[in-house]
């Protein structure tokens, strides 16, 4: 059975991580059949590979200074798509951290996390977020808000939704730029219509849509997420990018534990512990570094400045939720569908 949640604020994380490992030292030998060794499988989506890289370190040694107990992490990164449907088809994870909850929520459909997983930690299991970003082929491209997405010479890539989980995040925040300004949904289809009419290509992927752009020239802005444009800058990439401030969506990236598979391996208290971490301020800050948009409050604060406010950040539930947004729009036959035959383009 899977440990309900007891920590009732962010700022009582810190403490419970110690509870935590002190619960688990009991229980170590259980994870390898070695209670000095233990091994933590941990499944991702690709950018956030540079965040873990710094916070694994940490928690292995604060873990080790607590317990004596080393743990090992394997550690698995690729598209959200992708890693959910290994997860589905066998990669025991202990621990997934996708691009959006529908992934995740694939994986409980599969049997292999429990209904209920949001509550499980703080923030519904959301570790951080994003923004959508439009990033402009050169300063030449006259660009400020969505609006002006739907100007005959703007061509924007952006991924299909149908192939792509990424996208999916690009198309709502197209749609609620409307409805959630005041739109009715009719003038949202009309204007998401005219947009993609513009678009040259609709790759399957964010990866793919990132090299239409860059490498094959295609296009003059990019939708793309703004932890994306932070951390390829970082990487040495140059590039010119709007935030639209007036209304965005809010990019919320869960995390959550594999039941099944911690029952397994015996891994479920450092599991447990692992993801309490990530809600820390230290782990917080690493994922602030590389472009994510923290949770806790604190960080929030110490990393404004790399962070434009939003006017008004919708979110998921604004749109109806998951299941009804799959069935609304996803679906075979639904309002993306609907856009592309109207656009002669299905």
């Known amino acids: 059975m899977r440990k309900p949640l007891k920590y009732l604020s962010l700022m009582l994380i810190g403490l419970a991580m110690s509870g935590a490992i002190a619960a688990c030292t009991g229980t170590a030998s259980t994870n390898n059949g070695n209670s000095e060794t233990a091994k933590l499988t941990l499944v991702s ?95 030449s491209v006259k660009i400020t808000s969505w609006a002006d997405l739907a100007n005959k010479d703007i061509k924007v890539v952006t991924a299909n939704p149908k192939t792509s989980g990424g996208a ?13 300004a005041g739109g009715n949904e009719q003038q949202a289809e009309q204007y998401v219509a005219t947009v993609l009419k513009n678009a040259p290509v609709l790759p399957k992927d964010a990866r793919e849509a990132s090299d239409v752009f860059y490498k094959q020239g295609q296009g003059n802005v990019l939708i793309n997420y703004e932890n994306e444009v932070i951390l390829a800058q970082q990487k040495g990439e140059k590039s010119t990018y709007v935030i639209p401030t007036d209304y965005n969506i809010s990019i919320d990236n869960p995390v959550a534990i594999v039941d099944t598979n911690v029952d397994k391996h015996g891994t479920r208290e450092i599991a447990e512990a ?12 690493e994922f602030a570094k590389v472009g994510f948009r923290p949770v806790d409050p604190t960080v929030t604060q110490e990393f404004a400045s790399q962070y434009p406010a939003v006017k008004k950040l919708f979110t998921v539930k604004d749109l109806g939720g998951w299941d009804k947004i799959q069935g609304k729009f996803f679906d075979d036959g639904a309002a993306f569908d609907k856009i592309m035959s109207k656009n002669g383009k299905s």
């Open 45 to 139: 989506y690709a950018v956030t590979q540079s965040a873990y890289s710094q916070i694994i370190p940490k928690f292995v040694e604060q873990w080790k200074n607590q317990t004596g107990q080393e743990v090992i992490f394997d550690q698995s990164y690729g598209g959200s798509g992708s890693q959910t449907r290994a997860v589905i088809d066998g990669l025991e994870a202990d621990v997934v951290a996708l691009a959006l909850a529908l992934d995740t929520k694939k994986i409980e459909q599969a049997g292999l996390i429990q209904p209920g997983w949001e509550k499980e930690f703080p923030n519904d299991s959301i570790v951080h977020k994003s923004v959508a970003a439009l990033v402009k082929r050169d300063d």
């Open 168 to 180: 999916r995040w690009n198309f709502l925040a197209l749609w609620g730029a409307v409805t959630q």
């Open 274 to 285: 692992f993801v309490e971490f990530l809600f820390t301020p230290e782990a917080q800050r």
